[in-house]
């Protein structure tokens, strides 16, 4: 078995992990591991097999940033120092940084260990009793078991449902589920994995007219179509002279400046004061599910806050031949409706004490009945919008309404909803009597030196995709990591 001693380690190299290794191997006194169980192999795309929907995978170069009142909801319930002004000074902070962790390989204090899988926390006891993190254990692809150990600090960074899943297989999380599958409690918090939160969605198709130029017409030819449209993206030919494959906007409860729509929305707010809170309250307590559902209802009645995103997009994958891996429809555009804040809410839990055994993921879609509401209602606004004349131009008048009225809406979104896997939530940040896991600086409850910093400390997932809130919570998460060990220094 291979030990290794450092001052911090983090477990996970996705964006927050690798956020965390650069700021805090700056400080050449501390000797830093970050522990990815992947590899570090470069991706050259050449072959469309691989994916599937490319408007989806290009329009990753647009990003947008979570909204002042999402953020200051955090710290509305109780977490000190995460307020708007706050996070956004963290999200600038790495929004200069473009070679991201490249800059920080040759520092001779950060170590990168892929290919290694940490399995399970390890723990010892302070003078006075407490539990204290003191490393991981870990099993190397080449090379077996290795145990790193952690002098100061702990982190994971994992995503909402690893971190989630590795606490409970070093025995923190609800005590009964623990004991049933043969793990020792050590810290018991019922709400360790409760709170899945994710973005649901659905699509929407238009036909375009023949001359609206679409990713079918730069990618037709089927052998060397990938190929092609990755060459106009280098160059920034055709579709890609503009910033980015698709076009984004956040969009308020529709109808809300007008009579009719404020009627509407009152008369959901009112079946919303119906439904029964010990039902919502399945994977969280009836404290945060009141707190959570005064969140939405804050968002609905706004006039400048999204209650969800439009996402226009030049092609699609061919919904009518979904096996046929890469191939985009000729002439279409497609617009993805995206819940901004779901009310439901699911959970992620083990199922055994190997770690091989699968983890038991119930997202829950759309079992809040205002989710579907408010979806259905985004939806029937784009059939609204392909109607104005600027759309029409391109797309040619369809004689067919989708959508006449809200019953098929909710039809439509019943049967063709889908999760974005943008999953937050499991290890909340907020007081551990109303649902948290973790406090205001990260710190697990009940453990010293061990904290979670990731999207799954949100309590509420943010408005839109969540690569920037991960970022801004790394960032403010290295800072809190470096006071602190300045704190125990001095």
Same mark, same amino acid.
């Given at each position: 078995m291979i030990v290794r001693i450092f001052d911090v380690v983090i477990v996970g190299g996705g964006a927050a992990g690798r956020i965390l290794a650069l700021r805090l191997s700056g400080d050449p006194s501390l000797a830093v591991a970050l522990i990815e169980s992947a590899n570090e192999r470069e991706l050259c795309l050449r072959d469309s097999r691989f994916v599937r929907d490319i408007s989806g995978y290009l329009h990753r170069r647009s990003l947008t940033a979570a909204s002042k009142t999402h953020v200051d909801a955090w710290h509305d319930l109780g977490n000190s120092g995460w307020d708007y002004d706050s996070f956004a000074t963290a999200v600038h902070r790495c929004q200069s940084q473009y070679n991201g962790l490249a800059s920080a390989r040759s520092r001779t204090n950060l170590t990168i260990a892929t290919e290694?899988?940490?399995?399970?926390?390890?723990?010892?006891? #302070?003078?006075?009793?407490?539990?204290?993190?003191?490393?991981?254990?870990?099993?190397?692809?080449?090379?077996?078991?290795?145990?790193?150990?952690?002098?100061?600090?702990?982190?994971?960074?994992?995503?909402?449902?690893?971190?989630?899943?590795?606490?409970?297989?070093?025995?923190?999380?609800?005590?009964? &589920?623990?004991q049933q599958i043969g793990i020792d409690c050590i810290i018991d918090n019922p709400?360790?994995?409760?709170?899945?939160?994710?973005?649901?969605?659905?699509?929407?198709?238009?036909?375009?007219?023949?001359?609206?130029?679409?990713?079918?017409?730069?990618? #037709?030819?089927?052998?060397?179509?990938f190929v092609?449209?990755?060459? %106009?993206?280098?160059?920034?030919?055709?579709?890609?002279?503009?910033?980015?494959?698709?076009?984004?906007?956040?969009?308020?409860?529709?109808?809300?400046?007008?009579? *009719?729509?404020k009627h509407d929305l009152n008369s959901l707010l009112r079946r919303m004061a119906t439904y029964d809170m010990a039902e919502?309250?399945?994977?969280?307590?009836?404290?945060?599910?009141?707190?959570?559902?005064?969140?939405?209802?804050?968002?609905?009645?706004?006039?400048?806050?999204?209650?969800?995103?439009?996402?226009?997009?030049?092609?699609?994958?061919?919904?009518?031949?979904?096996?046929?891996?890469? %191939?985009?429809?000729?002439?279409?555009?497609?617009?993805?409706?995206?819940?901004a804040y779901p009310l439901s809410r699911g959970s992620t839990h083990i199922t055994g004490p190997s770690i091989e055994a699968p983890n038991l993921t119930e997202a829950r879609y759309l079992s809040h009945p205002t989710d579907v509401e408010v979806l259905g209602r985004h939806v029937r606004s784009v059939e609204q919008m392909f109607k104005h004349a600027e759309l029409t131009m391109q797309h040619?008048?369809?004689?067919?309404? &989708?959508?006449?009225?809200?019953?098929?809406?909710?039809?439509?979104?019943?049967?063709?909803? #889908?999760?974005?896997?943008?999953?937050?939530?499991? %290890?909340?940040?907020?007081?551990?009597?109303?649902?948290?896991?973790?406090?205001?600086?990260l710190r697990l409850f009940g453990c010293q030196n061990l904290r979670v910093c990731d999207a799954s400390v949100m309590p509420m997932g943010p408005g839109v995709a969540? *690569?920037?809130?991960?970022?801004?919570?790394?960032?403010?998460?290295?800072a809190l990591v470096e006071q602190s060990l300045s704190r125990k220094e001095s």
């Open positions: 290694t899988t940490v399995h399970k926390i390890h723990f010892d006891r #302070s003078s006075n009793g407490e539990i204290v993190a003191t490393g991981v254990e870990a099993i190397k692809r080449i090379g077996g078991k290795a145990i790193f150990q952690a002098r100061k600090e702990v982190i994971l960074a994992a995503g909402a449902i690893s971190s989630s899943r590795l606490l409970e297989h070093s025995g923190i999380g609800n005590v009964e &589920l623990l709400h360790v994995g409760e709170n899945l939160q994710d973005h649901v969605g659905t699509d929407v198709v238009f036909a375009a007219k023949n001359d609206m130029q679409t990713l079918h017409s730069i990618s #037709s030819k089927r052998d060397n179509g092609n449209t990755f060459d %106009c993206c280098r160059h920034r030919a055709n579709l890609f002279k503009q910033s980015c494959l698709t076009s984004s906007v956040q969009l308020p409860f529709p109808g809300i400046n007008s009579s *009719e729509g919502q309250s399945v994977t969280t307590t009836p404290e945060f599910a009141t707190v959570h559902e005064l969140f939405v209802r804050s968002i609905l009645t706004s006039p400048t806050d999204a209650s969800a995103s439009l996402t226009v997009g030049h092609a699609c994958t061919d919904l009518d031949h979904p096996d046929d891996v890469g %191939c985009t429809c000729a002439g279409h555009t497609v617009v993805t409706v995206q819940l040619p008048k369809h004689d067919k309404v &989708l959508f006449p009225n809200v019953d098929t809406a909710r039809k439509y979104v019943n049967q063709t909803a #889908s999760g974005s896997s943008h999953y937050t939530g499991t %290890c909340a940040m907020m007081p551990r009597e109303i649902g948290g896991v973790v406090d205001h600086k969540f *690569e920037i809130a991960i970022a801004g919570v790394a960032e403010m998460g290295a």
